[in-house]
């Protein structure tokens, strides 16, 4: 379908007979509208003032036949002169610019030429020239202080502004293409860290202001009024604004969900006799660049050997012998035998036989070496095509698209599909009543795979050693049935029989509002909102008979399901002026309903049987057949108010109320109220400030609020017992094939779990200078969050359930977000723009008497939240070199699993650090090894145009935090049989090398990795050169005779480098899937890919 | 004044949500699932009573993967085979069973905290079942004394269970409601309470052979006599189970007829299993996803995944050579008490499968053959042992197959789990009436009643010496040379006599997760386990460099319990066991 679309539209049949009237209906769309469609414009018909002097400048002229000369003025809202201004002649490039007093000259061909005006920090204007020879142009200022931003339940224009909301720059954003938003935001938004997920399709990762709650800490997000979760339920081509909402003072309107911050994302509307057709569309490819360093098939045997000889054994492997020195076998695998040379008759291919009876695979050993990371990965395309057509009347206005996004996985056999529809139109009845609706409706299929995990197949090409080929010497999957090997699954594999199961979804997210203006300035609305998604997936395990413990074994699994999300909102918003008072009431209720349900069975023994054809639970054996249902429901109920009030326009005061009700929580405290205030002085309007002219505008926020935090299961506040055939059931008659039910607790509850509260104080100043070519947005916050919920690690004597949530202890984040812009142009040609973005914040746990442990690895918890400390920072033993000597290891303190009666044994391994000096080493001795904090994060864009030419380039800092590198676990150490690193071959310790990094090498060390200790923890920071992206836009004549307004081409790369010390593939790891307090270890991820794509963008 | 109308219809739209918004429209009530109050009837007590045993057949924890929930149940391979003289971890190079096979654990090992809280959540659930009895309506004394009189008798097996790993324990019953609770203690009267309650008020015999009924209390209150060195308590406990016992269908406590019944699903918990005193039962296929199949023994299958091999993975806990050796006997039929390894039992080691072998032609026990897989002896119904092809790595581990866990060929599809067939019903047995007749041995050699020893050692070799019960080819003949004789001369002295019987307790119960435990109890763990480790570490490279050191007898408290109960002063409640 996506082709046809992009040649159909590319090279339209009809295009000779619609040219003229699509080029008749630029024509007279160009005329009325600025070039910056997307905000209001409005041509000033002020009286025109006589300039005072006429200082005319005559940049280019090279029209011969110039037959009017026009003069003008440029100026600001204020009346103030513009200097500098650009008058050009809109598709020429003849053109001029203003004095000291904003004052030009021009001389035109004739009356029909429109002019283009443009200031930076001003939205550019046309103006008809007609026969007018004196012209005044007032520009409004542009995309920033008369910008409207979107609140809470309304809009507010940017010079009202009190809290701290931040506005993401959509054009930026959209040069990192993405499927999901949270991948376009890292390092876009001051105080918002942001991380995407690299499985097609997969979830990102968005925190505002740092995570200060030990449970969820995902901020709000609303999109068309409709609040849903995640960010990824929007095309990112459909959105006109994202505005988030960081402070208490913005996000208190929002009550008990405001405290994650909200993301408020407003999709494109249609505007009134502005029809227009625009397509977009880009294609790329991405590449890992950045694999683990491991050791290949020779220097695993010598590996292998040394380790061995290092635990005093004689070399014995299966696959390399026990000779003086490893020998690579000519086959790995014949039936059970592995180590086999030609001539061997087992390895004879005639006793080849993959079928379950008789089973005998043979498989020769790969001698240079499988690299396993390359042969799971591919060079994935992406592509992207959306098509858009908006318009409208007076009457009415509607915005169409049509989206279709494929990316493949950078994992082989994955991928993700997404067709997409949004519709929104909006109707005039009468003068008073508006109604419309938004519609958002796509259809995902996705196949990815775990990442992050020890199971994923990332994880599973460490896991596998490279003497093990892909394949068996008959084409089918090798794997670690040969012995000595291990027990990893061939990844390939893995991904290959996973590669036509389906994980689908239908989501249509939309909403119907009405809108009354009962009388003047009181306006009623009402908006219904609903997310509904219907999943759908199935699974087959197939056989996986060349894995060390794999059989014949066959599953079918099945399940669909539903969620929805009904928001009903009704607001009364009442703005009135008494003079210098403007005043804006708000008032309003909201009801929030969510419903998910599922069903799911399975059945096995599928076996011969195993292709698409015979994938229907029916035809699996009914005995051990499985079925579930589930339900899970929760609502919230919501008052909420606030008054906006302006003096002047200089004195700014907000105040927001929000009362909820909800159900996760207990009738006794199910209601908060969460209230808010905040006020603004915009200083540069005051008269003291007139003599002060290279300040634009100045202002100076302060707020405070308390939000909070619902974020826990919706079961939370009961406490019962379940019926599970699995965990309370049990064989009492002794059947063999049947039990008898029981039950057993599920879950405790606790009836006193209330909303976690955050307050924050938030201050801030807003500064324009330099006719606004600088801009700098600063904010300092202070942020306490009580009452924290937190699933506590219980005692295990209390037996295993469900843990409520409980309320304990508060947490403090200190930060700062700050954006610097600045804009200038090296001639009228070359115009650019530069701005860096900062986010820092500190987290602290302040309340006495906290301290728990999280973060499971193959060690225990590795992750411990303490008062005085940031939440979940790494915890574990220190290294603290290595025994050099017997002597050594005889004069240290006792430490686990190091044995003083046999101290050779010792020599090599690592000394644990006696911290409290008491003479052994024990659990006491563990220190604070890290933190998953970053110190900050930055991000810095440059926009250069040059002519037709423009230039972005975007780059990302993130310092000061630490990375739990687990996959060390099992590269670097003797954990499971597997592959190894590079580095454990080269740089263990010997007596030569006592400077290493790693202990001696010891086929009977499991010591070295048994405890949670330092060397696993490295430095996270890096700097990624991100984006590149160049564009060109086609002359406009040359645009206007295929009939398009606008035409721009632009290629561009990702990730062009990196500069980190972390020995990981990627530091970029801040989502790993195992929540707040999980963050921060590498448990093997999918890498940051290097993309290269190339777009088109064309409007009609 | 029209317009007025429109707005006040308007703002009465406006406030309807409001006023449609009832409280209980914030109620959300989970479905699907029993409150408390709900259970408080005869059905729903007994069901809470059924969650209780349910943990005999153990439970998933951490990643919920069956492959990690070995040590969530009643098998003691970890704790208390691989970690003795009879069995190595097995399988290949590595891993958490490692470190305890080396005794070098450290308390962040993962499979101390899966033990400790599997044995706290059987704990827990007994405890509910006392602590709602007593609220149920309309139950008869006699009723009430049967559920408490049930769930306190598996409270004590719970602790014993987690007692022998740990020693001291945190004492946690019905009445606890705050979970910090020092390990200040081994809970020995605790349990003796418990037990004692359930054996003087529970019936003999049940309508389910799966419950525990007076006599398996008895039985387990005499162990934990035993354990304590409380010889003369523990005879007469004894004494009165031996004579009157029965199992819970009523079957009077004797040894099977046949060794190897014990290990059969087909006899297992049959209306003729006289030796059941207290099974684990197993089930499959139950709609359970496989979580009530043999979990604690997945991993301890002859390592391949061909069809033609049961279960097909892991090649977990392999027999050592040191125990295959002390099946030997001399002329006289009787073990080599002092010198079992001076000659070896032949094996295949470093010889491929394909490679002509003969197996070992001297004298053997013949449970040797019902106890370990090796090449040459058919493997139950599977055919004979094929040797390396079914070893995971034998360089590391020796050429030694598990036997007693593994089901026949026959039960394939129907007794093992749809999705997995490392998961079957064969019933970990927790105490076997051979077991009983072993303690009473001990004690009465313990109080010098040699003779009385004897005798019941005697017992257990007669039963062991039916050759009807031998391991067969499949022409009939006996698949070894098995001789297996009593014990003849009287036995006069003390230490030769407890030599005799711990000795044959280790024959007898081999592989069935006894032995570390045993070697403790008697306080010669040090002395055999590093006698031990000398000599087979000459035949194994797992074993290198590996010691017992004094502080081993116990393991540590888990790091993760010890980090999870600290106190608001920050000091941590439980105590770590000294040497970790």
């Known amino acids: ?1100 | 004044m029209k317009n007025f109308k429109i707005y006040i219809s308007l703002l009465v739209i406006s406030l309807i949500p409001v006023a449609c918004v009832q409280d209980d429209f914030l109620d959300r009530k989970p479905v699907g699932v029993f409150s408390e109050e709900a259970l408080k009837t005869k059905s729903g007590i007994n069901g809470i009573l059924v969650g209780a045993y349910a943990g005999l057949n153990g439970s998933m924890y951490g990643n919920g993967s069956s492959a990690g929930a070995d040590v969530n149940t009643f098998s003691n391979w970890v704790f208390g085979s691989l970690t003795s003289d009879d069995a190595q971890k097995g399988a290949d190079v590595g891993g958490s069973r490692s470190n305890i096979e080396r005794y070098e654990i450290a308390a962040d090992n993962t499979k101390l905290d899966d033990r400790w809280r599997f044995c706290y959540d059987g704990v827990a659930r007994c405890n509910d079942v006392i602590r709602i009895t007593p609220e149920v309506k309309g139950l008869t004394e006699l009723e009430i004394k049967n559920l408490i009189g049930q769930a306190r008798t598996l409270r004590g097996l719970y602790y014993f269970h987690a007692t022998v790993i740990f020693g001291r324990l945190p004492y946690v019953d019905e009445t606890t409601t705050n979970f910090l609770i020092p390990n200040d203690r081994v809970l020995w009267s605790e349990m003796e309470t418990d037990l004692k309650y359930g054996y003087d008020n529970l019936p003999e015999t049940f309508p389910e052979l799966g419950r525990v009924n007076k006599w398996s209390a008895g039985v387990m209150l005499a162990k934990i006599y035993v354990h304590q060195k409380k010889y003369a308590q523990a005879k007469a406990l004894l004494d009165v189970i031996i004579a009157s016992g029965k199992t819970t269908r009523g079957v009077k406590y004797a040894l099977l007829a046949q060794y190897h019944d014990n290990f059969k699903i087909a006899t297992q918990g049959s209306s003729t299993d006289s030796e059941s005193v207290l099974d684990a039962q197993y089930s499959v296929n139950d709609n359970g996803r496989g979580f009530n199949g043999g979990l604690g023994e997945n991993l301890n299958l002859p390592h391949g995944g061909l069809p033609t091999q049961p279960g097909g993975c892991c090649g977990y806990h392999q027999p050592s050579q040191d125990f295959v050796n002390a099946f030997q006997t001399n002329a006289d039929g009787l073990p080599y008490l002092d010198s079992h390894n001076a000659q070896e039992v032949k094996n295949d080691q470093g010889i491929e499968s394909s490679a002509a072998y003969s197996p070992h032609t001297g004298p053997l026990d013949p449970r040797l053959d019902w106890t370990v897989g090796r090449r040459g002896i058919p493997y139950l119904d599977w055919g004979p042992h094929p040797g390396k092809s079914w070893i995971r790595d034998q360089a590391y581990a020796g050429p030694f197959s598990p036997k007693k866990n593994v089901y026949y060929k026959a039960n394939e599809g129907v007794l093992t789990e749809g999705t997995s067939r490392q998961l079957s019903a064969n019933n970990t047995r927790i105490i076997r009436f051979s077991d009983v007749i072993l303690l009473a041995a001990e004690a009465e050699a313990e109080l010098g009643n040699f003779e009385k020893a004897r005798e019941y050692v005697n017992q257990i070799r007669r039963r062991a010496a039916n050759p009807a019960g031998f391991v067969k080819n499949p022409d009939g003949s006996a698949a070894a040379n098995y001789i297996i004789k009593e014990y003849t001369t009287t036995w006069t002295d003390k230490a030769f006599s407890l030599k005799a019987v711990r000795f044959e307790r280790r024959l007898e119960l081999g592989m069935e997760g006894h032995r570390f435990f045993d070697l403790v109890r008697w306080g010669i763990a040090k002395e055999v386990l590093n006698t031990y480790l000398a000599y087979e570490r000459t035949k194994r490279s797992n074993l290198n460099g590996a010691s017992f050191k004094d502080h081993n007898i116990l393991f540590p408290v888990p790091q993760r319990q010890i980090d999870a109960t600290k106190k608001s002063d920050g000091t941590a409640t439980l105590t770590q066991n000294p040497g970790y």
């Open chain 1, 1 to 1100: 379908m996506n082709k046809l679309l992009t040649v159909d539209f590319l090279f339209p049949k009809s295009f000779s007979v619609k040219k003229p009237r699509v080029f008749l209906a630029f024509w007279f769309i160009g005329t009325l509208y600025a070039s910056d469609g997307n905000s209001r414009t409005e041509i000033n018909p002020k009286s025109i003032p006589k300039p005072s002097t006429t200082t005319t400048m005559k940049l280019k002229s090279y029209d011969a036949f110039a037959a009017v000369q026009v003069n003008g003025q440029v100026l600001d809202e204020d009346g103030l002169a513009l200097a500098g201004a650009t008058v050009q002649i809109k598709g020429t490039t003849i053109g001029t610019i203003t004095d000291v007093n904003g004052q030009f000259t021009l001389e035109v061909p004739d009356g029909n030429v429109v002019l283009l005006v443009s200031y930076v920090g001003y939205q550019a204007q046309e103006v008809s020239v007609g026969n007018v020879t004196n012209i005044v142009i007032t520009l409004a200022l542009s995309n920033e202080l008369q910008e409207i931003i979107v609140v809470g339940y309304g809009t507010q224009k940017k010079a009202d502004l009190t809290g701290s909301v931040a506005t993401v720059d959509v054009k930026q954003m959209l040069t990192r293409p993405a499927a999901d938003l949270s991948n376009m935001l890292q390092g876009r938004v001051a105080g918002v860290v942001s991380s995407g997920s690299n499985q097609p399709g997969g979830n990102g990762y968005v925190r505002i202001r740092g995570i200060s709650s030990f449970g969820s800490n995902e901020p709000l997000v609303i999109i068309d009024g409709v609040q849903t979760s995640g960010t990824n339920t929007v095309n990112p081509n459909d959105i006109e604004s994202i505005n988030i909402l960081k402070d208490a003072s913005s996000a208190a309107i929002y009550g008990a969900r405001g405290a994650g911050g909200v993301i408020i994302i407003t999709t494109k509307k249609g505007v009134a006799n502005k029809n227009r057709i625009t397509y977009d569309g880009y294609y790329g490819v991405s590449k890992v660049v950045r694999y683990p360093d491991m050791v290949n098939t020779a220097e695993l045997g010598e590996l292998l050997f040394k380790q061995q000889r290092g635990a005093g054994i004689t070399p014995n492997q299966p696959q390399y012998g026990k000779g003086a020195t490893p020998v690579i076998p000519d086959y790995i695998l014949a039936g059970s035998s592995g180590g086999l040379f030609e001539g061997n008759p087992a390895v004879d291919p005639a006793k080849y036989n993959y079928d379950q009876t008789g089973f005998y695979q043979i498989v020769k050993a790969n001698k240079a070496g499988t690299d396993w990371f390359k042969e799971l990965t591919q060079v994935a395309p992406t592509q992207s095509h959306n098509l858009t057509a908006s318009g409208g009347t007076d009457r009415g206005v509607y915005s169409i698209s049509l989206g279709y996004y494929n990316e493949a996985g950078l994992q082989k056999y994955t991928f993700y599909d997404r067709y997409s529809v949004r519709a929104n139109s909006e109707y005039k009845l009468g003068k008073r009543i508006r109604f419309g609706q938004t519609l958002f409706g796509s259809l995902r299929n996705r196949k990815g795979s775990d990442d992050n995990a020890e199971g994923a197949p990332w994880s599973n090409a460490y896991r596998m050693q490279a003497i093990v080929p892909v394949y068996d010497i008959m084409g089918n999957f090798a794997g670690s049935k040969a012995p000595g090997t291990g027990n990893g699954s061939n990844p390939v594999a893995t991904l290959f029989r996973a590669k036509d199961n389906k994980d689908k979804d239908v989501r249509l997210l939309g909403s119907l509002y009405a809108e009354v203006d009962l009388f003047r300035g009181l306006l009623f609305r009402s908006n219904f909102g609903m997310d509904y998604n219907n999943n759908f997936n199935k699974s087959f395990r197939a056989p996986n008979p060349e894995h060390s413990e794999g059989n014949f074994q066959t599953t079918y699994n099945i399940q669909s399901g539903f969620q929805q999300r009904s928001t009903f909102t009704n607001t009364l918003n009442y703005t009135k002026n008494f003079g210098n008072h403007d005043f804006n009431l708000l008032a309003g209720t909201e009801i929030l309903e969510y419903k998910r349900e599922q069903i799911g069975g399975d059945r096995s023994g599928y076996y011969p049987f195993t292709d698409q054809s015979f994938w229907v639970l029916d035809r699996g054996n009914p005995v051990g057949q499985n079925n579930f249902s589930s339900l899970t429901e929760e609502a919230l109920f919501s008052v909420f108010g606030r008054i906006d009030y302006s003096f002047k326009g200089k004195y700014l005061l907000n105040a927001t109320i929000r009362r909820d009700g909800s159900s996760k929580f207990a009738p006794a405290v199910r209601y908060g109220n969460f209230p808010s205030i905040s006020a603004g002085w915009r200083i540069s309007q005051e008269e003291f400030m007139r003599g002060f002219r290279i300040i634009n505008n100045l202002k100076l926020r302060a707020g405070y609020g308390i939000v909070g935090n619902d974020q826990i299961d919706g079961n939370n506040q009961y406490s019962f017992y379940r019926s599970d055939p699995g965990r309370s059931f049990y064989d009492l008659g002794g059947a063999n094939t049947s039990t008898i039910a029981g039950y057993d607790l599920d879950r405790k509850g606790n009836l006193n779990s209330k909303w976690e509260e955050t307050s924050t104080i938030n201050l801030g100043f807003d500064l324009a200078m330099y006719n606004n070519q600088f801009e700098m947005n600063f904010d300092i916050y202070s942020k306490k969050t009580s009452d924290l919920l937190v699933q506590i690690p219980r005692p295990g004597a209390e037996g295993d359930f469900t843990a409520p949530f409980v309320n304990i202890g508060n947490t403090q984040n200190k930060g700062i977000d700050m954006v610097l812009t600045y804009r200038s142009k090296a001639s009228s040609k070359i115009l650019y723009s530069a701005s860096a973005n900062f986010t820092a914040y500190k987290n602290e746990v302040l309340s006495q008497g906290v301290d728990f442990f999280t973060n499971s690895t193959r060690n225990s918890p590795v992750s411990r939240t303490l008062t005085g400390n940031a939440i979940g920072m790494f915890y574990g033993y220190v290294t603290d070199g290595f025994f050099n000597t017997v002597e050594e290891v005889a004069a240290a303190p006792a430490q686990p699993g190091i044995n003083k009666n046999t101290p050779q044994q010792a020599v090599g391994r690592w000394r644990l650090k006696d911290a409290n000096g008491n003479g052994s080493v024990t659990a006491t001795d563990r220190e604070f090894l890290g933190s998953p904090h970053p110190k900050f994060q930055t991000g810095f864009n440059f926009d250069i145009a040059y002519k037709n030419f423009d230039l972005n380039l975007f780059a990302f800092w993130n310092y000061g935090n630490q990375i739990y590198n687990n996959t060390k676990w099992w590269t670097d150490f003797n954990g499971f049989t597997g592959n190894r690193s590079k580095k454990m071959l080269y740089d263990s310790w010997t007596p030569e090398n006592k400077n290493a990094s790693l202990p001696k090498l010891d086929a009977n060390d499991n010591i070295s990795n048994s405890v949670p200790h330092s060397y696993f923890v490295e430095s996270g920071s890096y700097f990624r050169a991100k984006t590149v992206q160049l564009g060109y836009t086609v002359h406009n004549g040359l645009s206007n005779r295929i009939g398009a307004s606008n035409l721009r081409f632009y290629i561009q790369a990702q990730n062009l480098f990196t500069i980190t010390p972390y020995s990981g593939p990627d530091p970029d790891l801040l989502d790993v899937g195992r929540g707040d307090i999980g963050l921060g270890v590498d448990h093997g991820r999918v890498p940051n890919p290097f993309q290269i794509l190339g777009g088109l963008s064309v409007t009609f």
